[in-house]
């Protein structure tokens, strides 16, 4: 495990899992949020996006947290491993929900400066709509490009695996 890609919804613990799994295997973090977003919720150019992506995927060692299906198949070519956490849709919107109860108005470590916590209907919809709408697109790339996936449908999946195999990756 060099280059690691985390997938899944929003609110299926992607930031939380890939944290965890650069804590405990020393491979460095990138938070796919914190590079897209401009400070007001202000989204790059796709051009300029794309440029970011590719610097990024670059580098020789990476766990990388973020769906951005539009650029993910650059990321899919450095990848070695996969994570995707296919977890339900009523987990996701509920956890999405309780991260905007306890930090509306503050910026999580996992996001860019000046995008404070907040919540809209268009998200909601975009959250609870994944399963249909967009895992269908990121399971065709990723049989598409190949590589190791592994998929955790439930928190107790991820917990299990953490405390297995991850020593086993430590550097």
Request: proline share 7%.
């Amino acid at each position: 495990m060099e280059r690691v890609l985390v997938l899944g919804s929003p609110g299926a613990g992607k930031s939380t899992f890939a944290r965890r799994l650069a804590e405990r295997s020393g491979l460095p973090l990138i938070h796919l949020d914190k590079h897209f977003w401009r400070p007001g919720w202000v989204e790059p150019a796709p051009e300029e996006w794309q440029r970011t992506v590719e610097k990024l995927a670059q580098q020789p060692r990476w766990i990388m947290d973020g769906d951005y299906s539009r650029t993910l198949g650059t990321r899919l070519r450095r990848a070695d491993t996969t994570f995707l956490l296919d977890t339900p849709r009523s987990i996701n919107v509920t956890r999405v929900l309780r991260r905007v109860a306890t930090g509306y108005g503050r910026t999580r470590p996992d996001l860019a400066d000046g995008c404070p916590e907040r919540l809209d209907w268009e998200f909601l919809q975009y959250v609870w709509n994944y399963p249909r709408k967009l895992r269908p697109r990121i399971a065709a790339m990723l049989e598409e490009y190949g590589g190791e996936v592994i998929t955790f449908r439930s928190s107790a999946d991820i917990e299990e695996f953490l405390d297995a195999q991850v020593p086993a990756f430590k550097t």
